[in-house]
């Protein structure tokens, strides 16, 4: 049963790691926690759905969907955030900023679809292999090996490609970076998309893995990748993917050994202590001001 719940928590945890790359990617360079990201996820979700609805075919409607997304991720910096950061508004004015962003989000998602739950098609036919006396199905595989694929892409992204050199140069100091001839406001708005993207995809995947989606689906979603970005190190890119597995199977050994009801208070326990411990997250370090 344990070992059950591992690969149960590898492959949930993978897809919360996408998430949580969201959260990095843009506390990595505004130095923001952009708490409408699980609105942005749950957006996601009903976006495919939406053009399902208009018979565009499940695999069309995925990749409208999610850039459709992504697009949502660079409208959110550009009609809200864009105009703060030109006024040197303090941190916080972004910060409460996203959070009403997340309720807009979620209204608008209620007010088109309605509350209540519906149901989301099954992207693979769902069968069962057995692993060592564990049994996983062909869609947990398949949410694990298509995060490892994703997450992979995003690495190479920005550490192998002239726009990643862009976006780390902006996250050092956007103000040089800017001085070197980069358009800085194109890489933040480049990050919003790719956080867009990315949370889209985990929708696609865990509402297919669930069967399920709902207007609220990114609250408690949005706050254990937040948890899970958190608990690797936030603005740290393999810290995120850890800290997703982390929270992961932390909830998968919970609902073992304490019941389900008790899988969301485990993941933020955890990561409570592991702060405590280790303030900068698994990976994070603590920041070097020169004066």
């Known amino acids: 049963m344990i070992l059950q719940q591992i690969f149960n928590g590898l492959s949930l945890g993978m897809a919360y790691a996408l998430i949580a790359v969201g959260y990095s990617l843009v506390f990595g360079i505004l130095r923001l926690v952009n708490f409408s990201h699980g609105a942005v996820y749950a957006f996601g979700a009903h976006a495919v759905i939406f053009f399902i609805g208009y018979h565009f075919g499940l695999i069309p409607a995925i990749l409208l969907g999610v850039l459709l997304t992504g697009a949502l991720g660079v409208l959110i910096d550009r009609v809200a955030l864009y105009p703060l950061r030109k006024k040197k508004s303090p941190g916080i004015s972004s910060l409460i900023t996203t959070i009403g962003i997340s309720y807009i989000i979620q209204n608008l998602l209620m007010m088109g679809f309605g509350s209540e739950k519906k149901p989301f098609p099954k992207l693979f036919d769902n069968r069962i292999v057995h692993i060592l006396g564990a049994r996983i199905s062909t869609m947990q595989i398949i949410m694990f090996v298509t995060s490892v694929i994703l997450l992979a892409i995003l690495t190479f992204l920005i550490k192998g490609t002239k726009i990643g050199l862009a976006m780390r140069a902006v996250e050092q100091n956007e103000k040089n970076a800017g001085l070197m001839g980069i358009n800085t406001n194109f890489i933040i708005a480049f990050t919003f998309f790719l956080g867009g993207i990315s949370a889209a995809i985990a929708s696609v995947l865990i509402s297919g893995y669930y069967e399920i989606l709902y207007p609220t689906m990114g609250f408690m979603v949005g706050l254990k990748a937040f948890a899970a970005a958190v ?27 304490f019941g389900s009801q008790y899988r969301d208070s485990v993941a933020f326990i955890i990561l409570i202590i592991v702060l405590i411990v280790r303030p900068a997250g698994l990976f994070g370090r603590k920041g070097i001001e020169k004066v």
């Open 231 to 257: 608990l690797g190190g936030i603005g740290v890119l393999h810290g995120a993917i850890v800290g997703g597995l982390v929270i992961g199977v932390s909830e998968g050994l919970a609902a073992t050994w």
